[in-house]
């Protein structure tokens, strides 16, 4: 599955320059040009790393990240700015950027230091997923609510590990098929809804209170009923 990667920048060359850099390294990408765009976006969920940029229209990139941060976001993100001073960097390190790289730079290094965010966020994901009592053991695939064994097919597995690694939030449909199906089949068929009623019916069914939820015109999300 190809990495996913969010470029928040309003230059539109540097973000074409950005944007054809990373996707000949084999990243998937998607470009916002302002920050509330941005903001939407990422909210949406699916990116392994944010690349921000610092000064951007209708919300900063300061702001996007602290907005993110306190809502719960845990995606890494790097932040490019033409300001390069130390106590510029240490702003937006204190925002929540995992990284900082001031302008100019060499692709070569965003290259570097995106792959060493994705490492390391690869690393740190926990091998057991936990969303109430519905627990995932990555490592053998075992899926269990209330104690209680469930299987799952390989598609269904794999469905159930974006909503829970989603921490709650909504999953656009679109999201869903980038890490369930890749794009391998017609996104015109209601392959995603029969796969969500069936992951319904074992995950839920027979466990109440039911955990997934249907966000009308948004997406899907596992968490409990507030």
Not at 27 to 45: P, R
Not at 53 to 76: A, C, F, H, I, Q
Not at 182 to 201: A, H, K, Q
């Amino acid at each position: 599955m190809n990495m996913r990667i969010l470029i928040v920048e309003d230059d539109p060359k540097t973000a074409s320059l950005l944007s054809s850099s990373l996707k000949m390294e084999g990243f998937e990408v998607q470009c916002e040009k302002d920050g509330l765009a941005g903001l939407k976006a990422a909210q949406e969920g699916g990116y392994d790393v944010w690349v921000l940029d610092v000064m951007l229209p209708k919300l900063d990139g300061l702001n996007l990240v602290k907005t993110l941060r306190s809502e719960g976001y845990k995606t890494p993100a790097i932040m490019l700015s033409a300001r390069g001073e130390v106590e510029q960097r240490i702003e937006g390190l204190d925002a929540g950027a995992d990284d900082y790289l001031p302008k100019p730079y060499a692709i070569s290094e965003l290259l570097a230091r995106l792959r060493s965010l994705l490492r390391r966020n690869t690393q740190s994901k926990p091998t057991t997923l936990t969303v109430a009592d519905l627990t995932f053991d990555m490592a053998c695939r075992d899926v269990r609510r209330g104690g209680k064994r469930i299987e799952l097919s390989s598609r269904e597995s794999l469905l159930l590990e974006c909503l829970m690694r989603a921490e709650g939030r909504v999953v656009s449909r679109r999201d869903i098929i980038s890490s369930v199906w890749e794009y391998d089949f017609d996104p015109g068929t209601n392959l995603v809804e029969v796969y969500v009623r069936r992951l319904r019916e074992k995950i839920d069914r027979d466990h109440p209170p039911a955990l997934i939820q249907t966000v009308r015109g948004l997406g899907y999300a596992l968490r409990m009923q507030s």
